[in-house]
């Protein structure tokens, strides 16, 4: 049996195991980023070694996801040091190594605003804001022959509509999303072919939405009055939209919103041309 060393013992940086993921979600919950029930598994299933604890003795003090897409990209988040830790260097040694990982990638993030410089001191640019608004669930809805069950639609027709809105392959990481538990994935036709898709799920205040991709102002509409009915009235839900999609702030704005918070969205190398006049919903400030 494996005796744990004292907190003076030396600092480790290990790959985390599937069940540790379900600890970064928890410091995510209290520094109020408000993750899904059961974002654990699908971040897992994105890239079981995209994620990095760094440890003193046997003691879990930082952690961060490093996650890989295709052969391009990766993403990083749970940037996260217990309060106790900070300022010891830990946090940095553990970005570092994450940095490594994603060596000869383009590399997006969703930083708190207070770390943008910091950000930009590590090579990363910013491509634009995403701000998170809430508004509350149920939703008298009109039958739509239109909106659909997402499992409905072919696996490869979703991941066709989804690859012109992400910069790699993410295949294996939508599989999980459209799945999970408590929660519901639509999507929109326009003459039997897919023109948007929408996923709501349950996380520890109220619901997120994202991602909410739509080919036009009217279909992103019909889908978020769609999503918002699957949960109780007075539910919180809530939406990150890029503020630089005019028809986004429109949304929320109809549908009587708020700002609660905001992100910094930046990329290492040359900034992802996607088409963001059709975003009016980020996946998660997680994993892009």
Known sequence: MMMCESK???FSIQTMMRQEIDLAVEWAAAEGWNPGLHDAECFYAADPEGFL????GCESVV???VVTYGTGFGFLGFYIVKPEFRGKG?????WNAGMKRLQGRTVGLDGVVAQQENYRKSGFALAYRNVRYQGFGGNKLMPDGDIVELKTIPFNELTAYDQPFFPDDRHAFLKCWIQQKEGSALGVMDNRKLAGYGVIRRCRTGYKIGPLFADTPLYADKLFSALKAT?????????DIPEVNPAA????KRHNMSVVFE????????IPDLPVQKIFGVTTFELG
């Open 8 to 10: 003076h013992s030396h």
């Open 53 to 56: 604890v760094g440890k003193v």
């Open 63 to 65: 952690c961060i996801s």
């Open 90 to 94: 830990y946090g940095l040694s553990l």
């Open 231 to 239: 949960v109780p009235e007075e539910e919180p839900v809530f939406l």
């Open 249 to 252: 702030v429109e949304l929320v």
């Open 263 to 270: 992100t910094a969205r930046m990329y290492t190398g040359i």
